[in-house]
């Protein structure tokens, strides 16, 4: 286990269940666990798939209890899993926390997702705390359009003397964020990255600047990165070196890992950008010569 950043951005290069334990009790104002789903995704070489569902969950339960007993008494947990294994989770999770919120995280898909079945448009994500009278929530921070005031502009005639509704809410459980598109600015060579919007609006509620916030499968570091941009601490856990390196450069803790340069990857259609603007300094006149060096 390696312990690499600074006393703000912590990257933990390491096994999740060792690194859990290694950090003290009672000390994480939120975490967000977005774990392997044991689906056979490719993860740097690395299969996500266990001998049997059995072997998963028994792993999951390990690392889930690790999570609980990290947390803060007013700590906040949003999980993660594929949809066949979240009511494991909710049994489990519901013997040890209190689950507020059952959220689904809903997106479109421009490919065929099945043909004979109705295809997976969703994932579960599970929010959870310890004390239900006590743990944050900064409604102010996710406000979203209501509207039936804000478009409609329709008058609750229930209330005396009567109003237009309101033209803001408190997002529902079902929320619609794209998942990262391979030209989206956002995107980095992960097979489950998921998007700034959607921790966006986790961090902004369940925690406050200065707060510490722990993800145990970090892959891109994208809950790290938008701690950072919001003003709070990070603690990130990661298994696969390649994914170590992201961290690094996204949250800017170093320029270089192990003697090699931290650069994002340039992607397909970004050489062929490249390629066509170096064509273009090299376009040759008829008499041999070069417009531009």
């Known amino acids: 286990m390696e312990i690499l950043g600074n006393d703000q951005h912590k990257i933990i290069f390491g096994d999740t269940l060792v690194a859990l334990a290694a950090l003290p009790d009672n000390s994480i104002d939120l975490i967000f666990a977005d774990p392997p789903y044991n689906i056979g995704k490719n993860f740097s070489g690395q299969r996500d798939k266990w001998d049997t569902d059995e072997d998963y969950l028994n792993w999951c339960y390990k690392w889930l209890d690790l999570c609980v007993q990290k947390m803060k008494t007013n700590g906040s947990f949003y999980v993660m899993t594929a949809t066949q294994f979240m009511p494991f989770f909710d049994i489990y999770l519901s013997k040890k926390l209190y689950i507020l919120s059952r959220i689904v995280w809903h997106y479109d898909s421009s490919g065929v997702q099945a043909k004979k079945y109705y295809g997976s448009m969703y994932e579960p994500i599970l929010f959870c705390v310890k004390d239900k009278e006590n743990y944050t ?78 993800d145990p499968f970090s892959g891109t570091f994208t809950t790290c990165f938008v701690a950072k941009e919001s003003g709070r601490n990070s603690i990130g856990i990661e298994l696969q070196e390649e994914y170590v390196k992201i961290g690094l450069r996204r949250l800017k803790l170093a320029k270089e890992y192990k003697g090699e340069k931290l650069k994002k990857e340039i992607r397909s259609f970004e050489t062929r950008k490249i390629a066509a603007v170096q064509n273009l300094k090299l376009f040759e006149e008829s008499d041999g010569t070069f417009i531009h060096s």
């Open 137 to 214: 929530f900064n409604t102010e921070e996710i406000l979203v359009e209501a509207k039936t005031g804000a478009t409609r502009k329709l008058i609750d005639y229930r209330k005396d003397p009567p109003q237009v509704y309101n033209y803001e809410k408190v997002p529902g459980n079902v929320w619609e964020f794209p998942r990262v598109r391979y030209r989206m600015e956002e995107y980095e060579n992960h097979p489950t990255q998921k998007p700034i919007a959607l921790l966006d609006r986790i961090i902004k509620a369940s925690s406050n600047v200065g707060d510490l916030v722990l």
